[in-house]
């Protein structure tokens, strides 16, 4: 939350923020407050992928009985911040699970669309379009984010 203090008073057109009449008796100027709220309010699919990334956290190895290592630290960091930073744009977030190499994948669905978004161990993103259940594009999550945009909203 974020407040200014000491606003000076301003009359916009016939509406004013001020109150006229009122003053401080040791100002002769009339002052106001705003407040602004900076707050974040996540919708509920990616609030729910943040809490089980949460959980992610606390995965030991073996976690599915077959061997498979918990997610690192970096592929859930990357993953958090792509919710982050993407949380807003016009994408159909849908799922979110462990891999067994500690990967992170997050993924995209609406009707015959999907998107896979792998955030791998080592820092990197990588990316696989679907349509009708068939791989159309595979590469970069740098590379192809236009991409991913432009196939859920085209």
Request: net charge negative.
């Given at each position: 939350m974020q407040v200014l203090l000491s606003e000076p008073s301003v009359a916009y057109g016939r509406n004013t923020s001020t109150l006229h009449g009122v003053t401080d008796p040791m100002s002769n100027q009339v002052s106001s407050s705003t407040v602004l709220n900076n707050s974040v309010h996540f919708a509920e699919p990616i609030a729910e992928m943040f809490k089980k990334l949460n959980r992610?956290?606390?995965?030991?190895?073996?976690?599915?009985?077959?061997?498979?290592?918990?997610?690192?630290?970096?592929?859930?960091?990357?993953a958090r911040s792509f919710l982050m930073r993407n949380h807003k744009l016009a994408l159909p977030f849908y799922f979110i699970a462990p891999g067994v190499n500690g990967e992170v994948m997050v993924e995209l669905q609406q009707g015959s669309k999907a998107a896979e978004l792998y955030f791998l161990p080592e820092g990197e993103g990588e990316l696989v379009l679907f349509e009708n259940d068939e791989a159309i594009a595979e590469g970069s999550l740098d590379a192809l984010f236009r991409q991913l945009i432009d196939h859920f909203n085209s």
């Open positions: 992610l956290e606390n995965l030991a190895p073996n976690w599915d009985s077959y061997g498979a290592e918990g997610p690192s630290r970096r592929a859930i960091s990357q």
